[in-house]
């Protein structure tokens, strides 16, 4: 996969991508309910290889799904790398590892998983939804998610209605949905008429007990 894609004017474009720290760090945003997120810009330091590496190497898939009787092309590419494949880039294992001695989550809340998507254009998206790690999830869990590449806005409401959030992501940015957040609110990255290059984001789930390890 290959995509014109500006390049941070900080990084150092021969430096190898490096996490910061996470403890102090992290700003956490209560909403209702019981949900939050925690916000930790600029998380992944020379990104921009990481980006190049993904683009590169990772087996991106189109996917198309049924909506509406139609069967219509899903607005990204998508991959998914669960414990038993190992991982595209070992950043994503440190980051994995980073992220699991930080929350200190109980067991089935310790991220496994890593689902991509690669948003190639503003008209790629992900339309409003919560995530189900399992298949009926009834209980809290936490989605973590890494942002590479041009910056998107991720934007999150209530599920009964209400004030919608929205939290730009740029490169190297992380954010973490927790508490009830996926069950009591969705949230989306919207199309955009702006002129914005691509975009990968990494998302880290946990797999529940007696589910499958989940695909994006
Ligand atoms: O790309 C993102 O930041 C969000 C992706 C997402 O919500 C999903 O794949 O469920």
């Known amino acids: 996969m290959s995509l014109a894609f500006q390049g941070s ?45 993904l683009a590169a190497d990772v087996p991106w898939r189109a996917d198309r799904r049924e909506m509406y009787e139609r069967v219509v092309d899903v607005p990204r590419l998508v ?64 989605v973590a998610i890494v942002s590479v590449g041009a910056a998107r806005t991720l934007s999150l409401r209530p599920k009964g209605g209400g004030e919608t959030l929205r939290f730009p992501l740029g490169h190297g940015d992380l954010i973490v949905m927790g508490g009830s957040c996926q069950r009591t609110h969705e949230h989306a990255i919207l199309k955009t008429r702006q002129s914005v290059g691509p975009r990968i984001s990494i998302q880290f789930r946990p797999i529940w007990p007696g589910t499958r390890s989940r695909r994006t």
């Not at 001695?101 to 998206?125: H, I, K, M, W």
């Open 9 to 53: 004017l900080f990084d150092d474009p021969l430096a190898e991508p490096t996490l910061d720290r996470l403890s102090g760090t992290v700003r956490r945003i209560e909403l209702n309910d019981g949900a939050w997120v925690d916000l930790r810009a600029g998380w992944v330091s020379d990104s921009d290889a990481l980006f190049e590496r």
């Open 79 to 142: 991959s998914f790398f669960g414990p038993e494949s190992g991982y595209p880039h070992p950043l994503l294992d440190r980051a994995q590892d980073q992220l699991n001695a930080f929350y200190r989550a109980p067991d089935e809340q310790v991220f496994r998983t890593a689902g991509l998507c690669f948003y190639r254009t503003g008209n790629d998206s992900v339309a409003w939804h919560g995530d189900r790690v399992g298949s009926a999830i009834e209980r809290d869990t936490m």
